[in-house]
Nanobody
Framework: QVQLVESGGGLVQAGGSLRLSCAAS??????MGWHRQAPGKPRMLVAS???????YYADSVKGRFTISRDNAENTVYLQMNSLKPEDTAVYYC????????WGQGTQVTVSS
């Protein structure tokens, strides 16, 4: 049974930093990543990383966010720097093992 435990969200001022963590268990995961959903907007992929270390970033976060993973611990991280109010959203961890599995979401709020 796949389980995901997210942590690290919160309230931060614009220009600040947060680090999200997602610990996964119950399988071996090929791709791990983070999506976000702002109020009234569709969920979008923010960043993802394969087991081999290849990463993808949405244009809106390139140069500010860094995704990493610890394969031994089945944990994926999202380091978010230079945060902007438009980064405010619920952030969801997503992992792939034959199908997509989603975390419960963690709120990130960036005040101006």
């Amino acid at each position: 049974q796949v389980q995901l435990v997210e942590s690290g969200g919160g309230l931060v001022q614009a220009g600040g930093s947060l680090r999200l963590s997602c610990a996964a268990s119950g399988s071996i995961f090929s791709t791990m990543g983070w999506h976000r959903q702002a109020p009234g907007k569709p969920r979008m992929l923010v960043a993802s990383i394969t087991s081999g270390g290849s990463s993808y970033y949405a244009d809106s976060v390139k140069g500010r966010f860094t995704i990493s993973r610890d394969n031994a611990e089945n944990t994926v991280y999202l380091q978010m720097n230079s945060l902007k109010p438009e980064d405010t959203a619920v952030y969801y961890c997503m992992v792939v093992s034959g199908r997509n599995y989603w975390g419960q979401g963690t709120q990130v709020t960036v005040s101006s």
